[in-house]
């Protein structure tokens, strides 16, 4: 099983991270820590009786979503398998680090940059 509390194989982690899962009814957040590693977005929960850890394959992931929120940021995963899950980050800096994370690791095989092309006239 894979071990959580080894740093090295997580590229982010984020504290008192705010998770709904929408497509279960869930009507209240859960409060955790979401880490990121090469392949998963993992939630774990803060409660120290359930502890409970929500698994989210990032091939699996449709499209991630940041809609504009007053403070602190938001983000919400579609997933191909109609999972929703959304996602509240206390800091605006971290909601914007997870979601490029997010959108990288969800599409490896495409290229996200942004090209700029120079012509020149001769």
């Not at 979401?34 to 120290?48: D, K």
Request: proline share 6%.
């Amino acid at each position: 099983t894979q071990s959580l509390r080894t740093p090295k194989r997580f590229t982010h982690s984020v504290e008192n991270v705010r998770l709904l899962d929408r497509s279960s009814g869930q009507r209240k957040a859960s409060v955790g820590t979401l880490y990121l590693s090469a392949t998963h977005a993992i939630f774990v929960e803060n409660n120290p009786e359930t502890r409970k850890e929500t698994w989210v394959l990032h091939s699996m992931v449709s499209s991630v979503e940041r809609p504009p929120t007053p403070s602190g940021g938001q983000l919400i995963l579609r997933c191909k398998d109609f999972r929703i899950f959304q996602i509240f980050i206390p800091q605006e800096r971290d909601c914007l680090d997870v979601h490029a994370s997010l959108a990288r690791l969800s599409r490896p095989g495409v290229c996200v940059c942004v090209c700029v092309c120079v012509c020149v006239h001769m």
